[in-house]
């Protein structure tokens, strides 16, 4: 859009923040599309500013377990909120098992399906360890030898190796096979660490020690005579390979829902509106006595009433639900912040979830530097 010859006055604060709300209608939505850019609005620089992003951005955490956070980036373009999400489910390396060797396996699960659901077991270890002393694992060329690009800095050794046998000091009438046998059941903690090489046992020791990180995972399930026995190679790769090597169960985000109401809501009506709501965002409070004494504000005569406020609403869903009922048209307006995003990121374990959002940061400024000399050399180039 070109530029205007006239003057026009700076927009206010509400208009800037209509335009960072995404319209949530009864059955459409509007004001999707990102303005920040130069040229959209007249007489208005909307160029890209370092200074500017760094007084706007900042980062809000609502949760922050070692396998489950959430937080907001708030002032961030979508683009950039996504690739972070890209980059937490799939470029972020972790270790899982990428080949076994079994030597004896008589339970009833076939070799290829025990290998599959060993692949899928998350591991944990020392973080030092699996960022700068595992590098990833590379194939032994075509005729090779399968063991010649196979070292202790690239592959991590497991093994498992249980038998079922009978418990001889259980009693007559004991029907419960976990009492009536030894390993009757097989799980993630009887895989064992088998440290290589020499630095191995020193970098994977005491509490960073390769291990399962839900010992409790059930593997298989035997009765006597039954065996396995397999040797397990772990490698370190990136979701984008296979998933599991994700380090994430789930990495997400949605806009932060805004709610406003425009006339008041009261008595019955009040109620029925927050129950239109996931519990937690409509709370009910008295109309004061100020309130009822302030002409214009809708409130006069009702003073002890039930009116409905706002209380937090990032816990609504957006159902739209407040939209199918006609008492309440022209008196709600709903949206979602266009730059307000909520990440939801459940870590497998090898990483803390929070962790994990450096990481991919991390991620993404090497990216950035990869490009940067190839976008200088473009621009030279004409």
């Known amino acids: 859009m070109a530029p205007s010859s006239g003057r026009r006055s700076a927009p ?21 599309v990102s303005t920040d850019y130069p040229g959209h609005f007249m007489d208005e620089d909307h160029a890209w500013d370092v200074d500017h992003f760094r007084d706007n951005f900042h980062v ?14 708030i002032g961030l373009d979508a683009s950039i909120a996504n690739a972070f999400r890209r980059i937490l489910i799939a470029e972020i390396p972790t270790l899982a098992i990428e080949t076994v060797f079994v030597h004896n396996n008589t339970s009833v699960i076939q070799d290829e399906v025990l290998a599959h659901r060993l692949g899928l077991i998350p591991f944990q ?3 030092k360890g699996l960022r700068d002393f595992l590098k990833p694992f590379v194939k032994p060329a075509e005729g090779a030898d399968q063991y010649s690009t196979t070292f202790d800095y690239n592959t991590v050794c497991l093994k498992l190796n249980v038998e079922c046998t009978h418990n001889k000091d259980v009693g007559p009438n004991e029907k419960d ?68 090597f994700s380090p994430v169960a789930t990495a997400s985000y949605r806009l932060m829902p805004t709610i406003k109401i425009l006339q008041p809501i009261l008595g ?3 109620k029925k509106f927050q129950e239109c709501f996931m519990p937690g965002v409509i709370e009910l409070e008295k109309v004061t006595k100020q309130e009822a004494a302030k002409k ?24 739209r639900e407040v ?27 090898q990483w ?4 994990l959002f450096l990481e991919s940061v991390l991620m993404l400024k090497l990216k950035i530097n990869k490009l940067k000399p190839q976008v200088t050399n473009m621009v030279r180039s004409f």
């Open 268 to 270: 019955a009506d009040a």
């Open 125 to 127: 270890g020392d973080k």
């Open 12 to 32: 206010t604060k509400e208009q800037l923040e209509d335009r960072k709300t995404v319209g949530i209608n009864k059955e459409t939505v509007t004001n999707t």
């Open 296 to 319: 214009g504000s809708g409130y006069e005569g009702h003073q002890g009433e039930l009116k409905a406020v706002v209380a937090n609403p990032m816990h609504d869903t957006v159902s």
């Open 323 to 349: 939209l199918r009922h006609e008492e309440f048209e022209g008196k709600v307006k709903l949206g979602r912040r266009r730059d307000h995003f909520i990440f939801s990121v459940e870590s497998t374990g």
């Open 352 to 355: 803390d979830s929070d962790e």
């Open 177 to 244: 096979p976990k009492k009536l046998y030894h390993n009757a059941h097989v799980y993630a903690k009887d895989i064992v660490f088998d440290p290589v090489g020499d630095k191995q046992p020193e970098i994977f020791s005491g509490e960073g020690i390769i291990k399962s990180t839900n010992p409790d995972i059930l593997i298989a399930k035997l009765r006597p005579p039954q065996v396995i026995n397999i040797e397990m190679h772990m490698h370190k790769g990136i979701g984008a390979d296979h998933s599991k």
């Open 60 to 73: 809000q955490f609502h949760q922050n377990d070692p396998f489950d956070s959430q937080f907001s980036l």
